[in-house]
């Protein structure tokens, strides 16, 4: 089965579909910004992933999926809530641990959850939720619901054994999930290069007879065009499908990694050549003729946004002590 390439020029967008992608992948930057100020202050405990440079992913694949579908994702997940709609103050209360947050203060950065709205985590084991988004797909074939699972994972998480286990099974009984890899080119501090056989991910269903394509995950309208296209197939019952997205992170691995894996003009090159933020604006801008100042509204509004998150997140009270017995399974 071979791999396609997204096309060359995207579907266009309606100058209100720019308008919303820009504005949710501004929210996403400066929010994540924030989260980075935390923890350097100490706010934040433990591990946080920030999603800067890959906002058009989830914009993009949050445009291509309707009501009723399920998200599933792994520890790199703010910028996923955020697309869903959670409250950003919820979301920033569980970077720091607060009773007020999404999982109650106990889930933290990576392990957010919101079954209400189809996001099923947050998970922290690389490539564990890959089985569990293609069981989320069976159930959805076994129930006859026409909903679809978008499974995300990174590429380091594509060389996990569990994930050609989930492919194999996804085809047998052709559930209905896309399978979302988010290759920002560094599986922690490992190239890929350096770190798998084949560098085109898209390909990595071959063996199983599943289709996949390679995207340009910096412009937010490939994304949702590729997206769309395999989301619709997968509703119409033609099974899974892979989408190899494109990107790039700005920062390290996590907030303790201090990237020195990569050269600063690599990293320099991409923000100011192929920032997904910087393509949208230029098209406001360009095409549609909007007001630099009605953009710098947008930037201005959602820098608020942010910091009311990060004022309410750290004087929200902490989870009561009783809470280390509720949610625990034995």
């Known amino acids: 089965m071979k791999s396609q390439t997204t096309k060359a020029i995207p579907s266009s967008f309606t100058r209100e579909e720019d308008l919303q992608a820009y504005e949710q992948m501004v929210l996403i930057r400066r929010f994540e910004e924030r989260a980075g100020q935390l923890y350097g202050e100490g706010l934040i405990a433990g591990f946080c992933h920030l999603y800067i440079g890959q906002e058009a992913v989830v914009v993009g694949m949050q445009m291509a999926i309707e009501e009723g579908d399920q998200v599933i994702t792994g520890y790199r997940d703010h910028g996923h809530m955020l697309a869903l709609g959670v409250d950003p ?29 189809g996001f099923y985590g947050g998970h922290g084991i690389v490539g564990a939720q890959v089985s569990i988004g293609t069981g989320l797909a069976f159930v959805n074939k076994y129930k006859e619901n026409d909903r679809v699972c978008l499974t995300y994972f990174g590429d380091g998480a594509s060389n996990q054994g569990q994930v050609y286990e989930s492919f194999n099974m996804a085809k047998i009984w052709n559930l209905p999930v896309v399978y979302v890899i988010e290759n920002n080119r560094y599986g922690m501090g490992t190239s890929i290069e350096r770190a798998s056989a084949t560098i085109d991910l898209s390909k990595r269903g071959a063996s199983f ?12 309208r490939a994304v949702r065009e590729a997206g769309q296209r395999a989301v619709d197939r997968a509703r119409a019952g033609e099974g899974p499908y892979i989408l190899e997205m494109l990107t790039y992170r700005y920062r390290g691995h996590s907030m ?75």
């Open 89 to 117: 103050d919820i979301v920033m209360a569980e970077l720091t641990g607060r009773a007020s947050g999404i999982s109650r203060g106990k889930g933290g950065s990576m392990h957010m959850f919101s079954p209400k709205l």
């Open 209 to 220: 007879n599943i289709p996949g394509e390679q995207v340009d995950a910096m412009d937010v």
């Open 256 to 330: 303790s990694d201090p990237a020195k894996y990569r050269s600063r003009e690599e990293v320099q090159q991409m923000k100011t050549r192929n920032d997904p933020i910087d393509r949208v604006m230029a098209r406001l801008l360009n095409d549609w003729k909007l007001p630099a100042d009605e953009l710098k509204e947008v930037d201005r509004r959602m820098k608020e946004v942010a910091i009311k998150a990060a004022k309410f997140a750290t004087i929200s009270p902490e989870p009561d002590l009783s809470e280390l017995y509720t949610d625990v399974y034995v």
